[in-house]
Structure formats: C-alpha cells, structure tokens
C-alpha cells in the first residue's frame, strides 16, 4: 500500500493536460511510461505505469489516478492534491506531504514534494521535471528510513489519448 501511495507522489505532483471539457476549466492528461526502482542492493525493478489527471484551476486542484505495479500487482489508487500559488499539499490514506512548484501557477515547470507514510517509517522526497508537461513528464523519488535511502524510482511517462489510456489500463488491471 505504502509504495501506491508513493507512486500517487509522482502522479499528483506531474501537471498536464489533452482533453477539456466543454465549458469547464477541468483538464484531463493520460499518460503512459515506466518506472525503474532501484533498490538499495543496486537491483533494478522496471514496469508499467499510468497516469490520469484532472487539473481544475477554478477548484485549485489536481486530482490523480495511478496504475502502478506494488507487491507483486499492479493496482489503482487515486488522490486529490491542492494548489495555493506555487504551493501544494496532498493527503493520500495516513500520508500527508506539502511541496513547492516552480515557474507561473499552472504552467509550472518543476515540482518537489515530501512526504510521510507513517505505517511504512517512509519518507519520500518526490522531484518532478514538467517542462514538457503536454507531451511528458518525468520524475525521481527517494525512499528513506531512518535516515537512509531504501530505494530510489525513476519514472518517465508520455501523454496519450484516452482510448490507449484505457486499453493499458483493462490490461494491467485484468478487467
């Protein structure tokens, strides 16, 4: 569970945007990638990871659901993070995490995050490039306990439509 809520980081903390709805100041992005976790041993784990997200400027919000693979499945998990100016904060199950965004609110440009998962004695430090936002993201996390970094993950994720969006989906998920 900690390492979904982890990887909810990087989707709440990525921002973008292919379709809107009519009449709305809603945007929604899918996105498609990989992530590679590396583990303290140097082993490198790599799979599939999506990622839909609705940014709602006249709500301040970016609501998020991520498909990522967490022991031994992939499984879905989605959260609602909240944007003041160049500031967010982010509750996610037990976790809470406040971070900054760079460059003009909504267009933002690089975004860092950190947050606890208590349950885990995690803490996570998310960093996320969103120069191309429209067309990809790209993010970094570290995972420390008690002081020493356990993992670290590298995720790279390219815009897609819907339809590609959903196709991955029912197939990662078995639906």
């Known amino acids: 569970m900690w390492l979904r809520i982890a ?94 965004l760079t460059s003009k609110p909504w267009e933002w440009t690089f975004l860092r995050l950190e947050f606890e998962i208590p349950r885990a004695g995690l803490k996570i430090v998310d960093y996320n490039f969103l120069a191309e936002y429209r067309t990809s993201i790209q993010g970094h996390k570290d995972f420390i306990r008690g002081g020493t970094l356990v993992r670290q993950e590298d995720v790279v994720l390219h815009a897609v439509d819907k339809a590609a969006y959903e196709a991955k989906r029912a197939q990662l998920l078995r639906k």
């Not at 990989?34 to 609501?63: K, N, P």
């Open 7 to 100: 990887a909810l980081a990087l989707v709440l903390c990525s921002f973008a945007s292919l379709s809107r709805a009519a009449g709305s100041t809603a945007e929604t992005i899918y996105y498609i990638g990989e992530a590679a976790t590396t583990g303290a041993d140097g082993s490198v784990e790599r799979h599939s990871y999506l990622i839909a997200r609705t940014m709602d400027q006249s709500a301040s919000t970016i609501a998020e659901s991520a498909v990522t693979f967490t022991t031994g499945a992939y499984a879905e998990a989605s959260s609602v993070m909240k944007v003041d100016g160049n500031r967010i904060s982010m509750t996610a199950g037990s976790s809470e995490g406040k971070g900054e």
